[in-house]
């Protein structure tokens, strides 16, 4: 039975921990990362708004490394199309940018005129949701605090009545009164001496 408990919770932690599939996205689809043209209407940040990053996910720039370089940059630098001090730079020809923190990005072209020209890129990352789920340890019984007793009325004492028990644990203490004779018994006693008279007369 503990095995079966071991692998079903294995399972259920490897479940979350893949619950979320990374991709890798193709900028600018079959015709790369270069300046738009005619062919190629869709900005990018047009493009990156249908798409939907997330940290682990990666950006793939395809270019001619002659011509052309992938520049990360500050936002200021992005709305200036500053390449003095880029974050990182690229010029391999097909770089591969992984997201490893969410967050704004900014991406604009090396080469010189093409960043004024749109071929720049903006997007949001995304944290994964979920995560890897975590086994909460079992919460402890509730306490039930004990009944606390309530003390007798004081006219129910003086009357004679026992006080009502708060609890079975809880003694009973009441208060007696002498009892009252009653008609019967003084009847008894009047015909007692009256024969007792009779008998000595």
């Known amino acids: 039975m503990a095995i079966l408990v071991y692998f079903i919770l294995l399972a259920f932690i490897q479940s979350g921990s893949h619950a979320h599939q990374f991709h890798e996205f193709r900028v600018g689809g079959k015709n790369g990362w270069a300046v738009p ?3 190629n209407t869709e900005s990018y940040n047009d493009w990156a708004g249908r798409n939907r990053f997330q940290v682990g996910d990666s950006l793939v720039f395809v270019y001619n490394s002659s011509e052309d370089s992938v520049l990360q940059v500050t936002h200021g630098d992005y709305l200036s199309c500053s390449t003095s001090q880029p974050i990182a730079s690229f010029k391999n020809g097909n770089t591969v940018f992984k ?5 704004p990005f900014f991406f604009i072209s090396g080469a010189s005129g093409h960043c004024q020209k749109s071929q720049k890129l903006h997007l949001i990352v995304l944290s994964i949701r979920g995560g890897t789920p975590s086994i909460s340890p079992p919460r402890s019984p509730p306490v039930v605090a004990s009944p606390v007793p309530v003390p007798a009325p004081a006219a129910l004492i003086m009357m004679g009545t026992p006080a ?19 008609l019967q018994s003084a009847g008894f006693m009047c015909g007692l001496l009256l024969s007792l008279c009779v008998f000595i007369l």
């Open 164 to 182: 009502p028990s708060p609890s079975p644990a809880a003694p009973t203490t009441s208060t007696s009164v002498p009892a009252v004779p009653t």
């Open 37 to 39: 043209n005619n062919t």
């Open 99 to 103: 997201f490893t923190q969410p967050g």
